[in-house]
């Protein structure tokens, strides 16, 4: 019953920021560790950020520490990245998931997906 809808994704040139927002459908949003990953067509599926339910624990990989946020809105049912800096190598299919467990970096743990939406970096 639960449904993960990304948004925000586009084409943008290194140096410009973008704002991924991930909607979830469901009535205990606030319980779910939420989590982002990314994947360039050809590669393997790249952890890149996490966030406890009540939003007080966040975590990044290294390769993007500095540049992205996570945060949540739990009144709106919402999880975001905010992106900046953007580089080439940030292109790929931007995924948001969730778990009722503990926080993790291991995808295969998350129980729920988006379909993902796609960000280009060109330059």
């Known amino acids: 019953q639960v449904q993960l809808v990304e948004s925000g994704g586009g084409l943008v040139q290194a140096g410009d920021s973008l704002r991924l927002s991930c909607a979830v459908s469901g009535r205990t949003f606030s319980s779910y560790s939420m989590a982002w990953f990314r994947q360039d067509p050809g590669k393997e599926r790249e952890f890149v950020a996490y966030i406890t339910g009540s939003g007080g624990r966040r975590y990044y990989a290294d390769s993007v520490k500095g540049r992205f946020t996570i945060y949540r809105a739990n009144a709106k049912n919402t999880v975001y990245l905010q992106m900046n800096s953007l580089k080439p190598e940030d292109t790929a299919v931007y995924y948001c998931?969730?778990?009722?467990?503990?926080?993790?970096?291991?995808?295969?743990?998350?129980?729920?997906w988006g379909q993902g939406t796609q960000v280009t970096v060109s330059s």
């Open positions: 998931a969730g778990r009722l467990g503990v926080v993790t970096d291991t995808g295969a743990l998350y129980d729920y």
